[in-house]
């Protein structure tokens, strides 16, 4: 079946400590997208790829890192400098066409320990 | 103004009965729309895109109003599984990459 896959599903984080989210498609999509998604607010976009080894920051890239050495691979480094990561943390992705929606991934949900 | 607003509910209704939801945006220059569901500490998942001429898809009505820059959804006959959070979602974008941007999302509560 064709999907993105997302993993961990939780994920848990000390001071100072980089974690790495993986997302994975494998629908052929050309572009993917990184959100995060906090209590009571819409989703907001951290990153996103049109094409393998590019990449643009997003609305909220501060403390975030990527990498896109892969069409079907895209993850999401969360640094030690962003300091509020607590977040359910969304992959997308989609076709070149943008009247064609945004499928998603079922999440990570990282948390500071 | 938020660039999509929509009103947070909760919108607590019986079985059966016909709801809807609106959702306003601020960009004139948005291209395509589209409806998601998301159920709690779930992904969100595509209802339905929204076209000009109106769409139905089974139970579900989706409207677009460009002049008034407003989206609607209307769910007839709601079953216990319509109850989830409902997503309004604009592209602003015309071209390649697509600049989503989500509402904070209508809570629908169907109860027995």
């Known amino acids: 079946d064709g999907g993105i896959t997302q993993s961990p599903k939780y994920l848990f984080r000390k001071e100072g400590q980089n974690v790495t989210l993986s997302c994975e498609q494998n629908?052929?999509?050309?572009?993917m997208y990184w959100y995060r998604q906090d209590p009571g607010q819409g989703l907001r976009l951290i990153y996103y790829?049109?094409?393998?080894?590019?990449?643009q920051k997003g609305d909220i890239a501060e403390g975030y890192s990527v990498s896109r050495e892969k069409k079907e691979s895209f993850p999401l480094t969360v640094t030690s400098a962003q300091k509020n990561p607590t977040a359910f943390y969304l992959c997308?992705?989609?076709?070149?066409?943008?009247?064609?929606?945004?499928?998603f991934g079922d999440g990570t949900r990282l948390s500071i320990l | 103004r938020k660039e999509v607003e929509q009103d947070p509910g909760p919108f607590n209704v019986p079985e059966g009965a016909t709801v809807a939801f609106n959702c306003t945006y601020s960009?004139?220059?948005?291209?395509?729309f589209f409806w998601y569901r998301q159920d709690c500490r779930k992904e969100p998942k595509l209802l339905m895109s929204?076209?000009?001429s109106g769409n139905e898809d089974g139970r579900f009505t989706a409207q677009l109003n460009r002049a008034s820059q407003y989206i609607s959804l209307l769910i007839r006959d709601s079953k216990l599984s319509d109850s989830a959070t409902y997503l309004c979602?604009?592209?602003?974008?015309?071209?390649?990459?697509?600049?989503?941007?989500f509402g904070t999302g209508t809570r629908l509560l169907v109860s027995p």
């Open positions: 979602v604009v592209n602003t974008r015309n071209t390649g990459f697509q600049k989503l941007v």
């Open positions: 929204v076209y000009s």
């Open positions: 997308a992705s989609s076709t070149w066409d943008s009247n064609q929606p945004q499928h």
């Open positions: 629908l052929n999509h050309d572009a």
């Open positions: 960009n004139s220059a948005s291209q395509s």
């Open positions: 790829s049109q094409i393998v080894n590019d990449f």
